[in-house]
Every structure is written in structure tokens, then in C-alpha cells.
């Protein structure tokens, strides 16, 4: 069945790389989705990739994605505190209407 | 432009009490959707709406009725809420045909309490 999985929490110090990670199962996704959700608020699009991309970049958003393993991970350079929130993998499946499965979120701590 | 909003923003219910949550969008997106978020659980798809006029059964649609009432406002409604609905609904909005990245647009969410 559809899946996508991630580690539910993350912690770093201010101005390291975070790496968030996420799998998934549909390998007939034509994208691949990161959200981000601050406290309180709803949840919005930060970043997405196309499946037939290795990688994105985006300022300091890099996107890997790799397909023969369903693997797609989400790298913040120089983190900042303002970037702590949830990120949610997502994929979108086929059928009839775009359908998004959510991954359980990662909940990235940032620290002085 | 407001893009999706939802109300009310916080809600306490008794069990078996009913109740309609409300969601708007102002970007002419043909389809919408509710979804529940709860701990560790990511979002849940409840029901969605291709277009206008059309409504189908998400993941977890048991306890909930929808109406889409125009192109613009997709309503949810509890009929008799039970303590396992509590969570926090999301509405979102999007476009399905044409452009892609089909990105969907989040409401803030409403909170919902049952007792």
C-alpha cells in the first residue's frame, strides 16, 4: 500500500546543515512534496521535485531524491532558529485526482 | 487575496453535539479537500472534492458529512462528535489540471476538542 515515513524528530545547532529523510512506496509518483508547518499555523509548501530530478536547489533548500531506493531527503544549509517547524514528506499518487500522501512529520529543533 | 480560510479557529464540543466547519477558497481551484492531523500520525485525507458538485470519501470518512455548496466553500460537518474525533482539521485547496506541481494550499486549521 501507499506509504511514506520519516523520523518524527530532529535536533541541531544553529548555522549546521539539517538533513531530514523520508521513504516512500509509490513508484509511480510524479512528485515528491517537502511542507513545512509552523506552530499554529497550517501547513505549506516549501519545496518539490519532479521524479525524474536526481536533486533541487533552492537558496538553502537542497532536495535529493532517489528513486531506485524511494528515498528523498531535505537539506537546510546554515539552519536557523526561525527554520524550526514540522516537515512533511509527501508523495502524489495517481489515480483520478491528485491524492497527496503525508509522511508523520519531523519536528526539527534548532539551538543556539 | 486570502487564499483558504477556515472558522471557526477553536472549538469545544460535547459528545453527540453536531457541528460544520467552514472552509472557503478565493483562487477559482477546482478541487478541495479536509483532512484531520493528530500526533504522529502526519494528515489524514476525510473526504475531497474533485469539482464543484462532486464529493468522494478520503481515508478515515467515517463520523463526517461534506457538502461543497459552490466552487468556492467546502464544508465539513460532525454529525454527533465522538471523543476520537478530537484533532485538528485542515482544509485545502487546489488546482488539478494543467499546470503542475498541483501544489495544494493549507488553511490555518481548525482545533476541535470533544468531551
Same mark, same amino acid.
Request: aromatic share 12%; charged share 20%; with cysteine.
Given at each position: ?74 537539506r537546510i544549509a546554515d539552519t536557523q532558529t526561525g527554520d524550526s517547524a ?27 | ?15 453527540? /453535539? ?66 476520537? /474525533? ?30
Open positions: 500500500g501507499e506509504d511514506v515515513e520519516q523520523s518524527l524528530f530532529l535536533s541541531v545547532r544553529e548555522g549546521d546543515s539539517s538533513v531530514i529523510n523520508c521513504t516512500y512506496t509509490d513508484s509511480s509518483s510524479t512528485y515528491l512534496y517537502w511542507y513545512k508547518q509552523e506552530p499554529g499555523a497550517g501547513l505549506q509548501l516549501l519545496t518539490y521535485i519532479f521524479s525524474n530530478m536526481d536533486m533541487k536547489q533552492d537558496q538553502r533548500l537542497t532536495v535529493l531524491l532517489n528513486k531506485k531506493d524511494k528515498h528523498l531527503s531535505l514540522i516537515y512533511f514528506c509527501a508523495e502524489i499518487t495517481s489515480g483520478g485526482y491528485n491524492k497527496l500522501i503525508f509522511g508523520a512529520g519531523t519536528r526539527l529543533a534548532v539551538h543556539p | 487575496n486570502a487564499g483558504v480560510t477556515q472558522t471557526p479557529k477553536f472549538q469545544v464540543l460535547k459528545t453527540g /453535539q453536531s457541528m460544520t466547519l467552514q472552509c472557503a477558497q478565493d483562487m477559482n481551484h477546482n478541487s478541495m479537500y479536509w483532512y484531520r492531523q493528530d500526533p504522529g500520525m502526519g494528515l489524514r485525507l476525510i473526504y475531497y472534492s474533485a469539482s464543484e458538485g462532486t464529493t468522494d470519501k478520503g481515508e478515515v470518512p467515517n463520523g463526517y458529512n461534506v457538502s461543497r455548496l459552490n466552487k468556492r466553500e467546502f464544508s465539513l460537518r460532525l454529525e454527533s462528535a465522538a471523543p476520537s /474525533q478530537t484533532s485538528v482539521y485542515f482544509c485545502a485547496s487546489s488546482e488539478t489540471s494543467g499546470r503542475s506541481p498541483y501544489e495544494q494550499y493549507f488553511g490555518p486549521g481548525t482545533r476541535l476538542t470533544v468531551t
